[in-house]
């Protein structure tokens, strides 16, 4: 390889489709010493199908802070690794901060090889506005929590972008649908570049009783995607926002206020908190 030794390079791999892999991507890794896979049985399909032979290691969230020492190791000894996960582009949502991290903070070179991304793939095909977006990964597993999460993100003007399992898909639907209204349109894209690849744009309450009737379409890895607020409504939440801090807060502290203001509004505690704090030096 004529790159530098000592690099460490990350690289995309297929999130479905075997044949979305760039030539650069297999030469890195049919070249480098080793490559730390997420899943070294799902990776070395991958490997075996394109005659590649190059040992691997596995670089999980369980045993990477342990894992990670002994690969810089190798790195500082001029040996050149790949890092790659199950699916896509390395660390979005999936392990390797901490090596990259080192990596860097050792001062050595860090290649991206770019490919595949669930994220992008699924932003290209949704038909919601894609000149900005926000990536939120996995919502909470917890139905409160996962609430509270959305409740902060009902204002946001940009498209967000989520990742769910299978076995969550319906719960964080249903959440979604009772924090950001039925009306608000949505994109469901379900085993991107796979066999039963699926994408649904709808909106939300379209979307969680197309699904409930549909338990087929309940398999697999999705990625939702849900347009931002509308000026008009953030607008609408803004004065009700400040109508209901400036009646509290004669009567409570400001944190007190926001909290009540919270559960009045619907609308995220810390706004509201900020809101209060805004609206006393407006007073003096």
């Known amino acids: 390889m004529s790159n530098t030794a000592g690099t460490l390079y990350v690289v995309a791999t297929p999130i479905g489709n075997l044949e979305d892999i760039s030539a650069r991507a297999l030469r890195v890794l049919a070249e480098v010493d080793l490559i730390a896979a ?3 049985r799902h990776s070395g399909r991958l490997l075996s199908h394109y005659g590649i032979d190059t040992p ?5 969230e369980h045993n990477e802070p342990a894992k990670v020492p002994g690969l810089l190791r190798r790195l500082q000894a001029g040996e050149r690794l790949a890092l790659i996960s199950d699916a896509g582009t390395p660390l979005v ?6 090596l990259v991290s080192a990596a860097r903070d050792a001062g050595l070179a860090v290649t991206p090889v770019p490919g595949a991304s669930s994220i992008t793939a699924a932003l290209s095909v949704a038909g919601l506005p894609t000149d900005r977006f926000c990536f939120e990964g996995f919502l909470p597993p917890k139905a409160a929590a996962r609430q509270r999460r959305l409740q902060a993100l009902v204002q946001e003007p940009r498209s967000l972008v989520f990742l769910e399992s299978s076995h969550r898909i319906q719960g964080a639907l249903d959440d979604l649908l009772a924090v950001f209204g039925a009306e608000r ?3 469901l894209a379900r085993e991107l570049t796979k066999f039963y690849e699926t994408v649904r744009r709808a909106p939300l309450g379209e979307l969680r009783d197309w699904l409930l009737a549909e ?3 309940r398999k697999g890895e999705f990625v939702l995607i849900v347009q931002g607020a509308p000026e008009a409504e953030r607008q609408a939440d803004e004065e009700e926002a400040r109508r209901v801090m400036a009646l509290l807060l004669p009567l ?3 944190k007190k206020a926001a909290q009540a203001a919270a559960g009045i509004t619907g609308l995220a505690r810390n706004r509201l908190y900020e809101l209060g704090l805004e609206l006393q030096r407006e007073q003096g």
């Open 252 to 254: 409570l502290p400001v």
């Open 93 to 98: 949502s999936d392990p390797g901060y901490r």
């Open 38 to 40: 997420e899943d070294t």
């Open 215 to 217: 338990p087929e379409q």
């Open 185 to 187: 349109p949505a994109a």
């Open 56 to 60: 691997l290691s596995s670089l999980h």
